[in-house]
């Protein structure tokens, strides 16, 4: 292989090991992120902790504030649908289906 060719393969290589280490920086991020969320959930103050995790997360460079935005809206989404499908369930008058699973059959899935 010649010098330019064998050039070129490592430059091509560094771009996919960048672009791969740019978005499990960015999967870290969301992951912690939504930790934090799943945490807040049972707090009253929710939406309001929920933004000030997202803004330290901008601070630190781990997400722009578009993605931090859209972020804490569609958290807020989630929950409100959460809400929502919880008292559509509680309103029901039928009883809910609850399946039980043993260890064997989580482990057959």
Do not use: C, W
Not at 13 to 19: C, D, E, P, R, S
Not at 64 to 80: G, H, M, P, S, Y
Request: net charge negative.
């Amino acid at each position: 292989m010649s010098e330019p060719e064998n050039l070129l393969q490592k430059a091509f290589y560094l771009g996919v090991g960048i672009a791969g280490l740019a978005v499990e920086k960015a999967n870290d991020a969301l992951q912690e992120l939504k930790e934090q969320a799943d945490k807040l959930v049972i707090n009253g103050e929710f939406p309001h902790r929920l933004q000030q995790i997202a803004d330290e997360m901008v601070n630190k460079g781990k997400m722009n504030t578009e993605e931090a935005r859209k972020f804490v809206d569609e958290i807020l989404q989630q929950q409100n649908n959460q809400k929502t499908s919880k008292e559509e369930n509680s309103n029901s008058s039928e009883p809910r289906i609850i399946e039980i699973i043993t260890e064997e059959e989580e482990d057959k899935a």
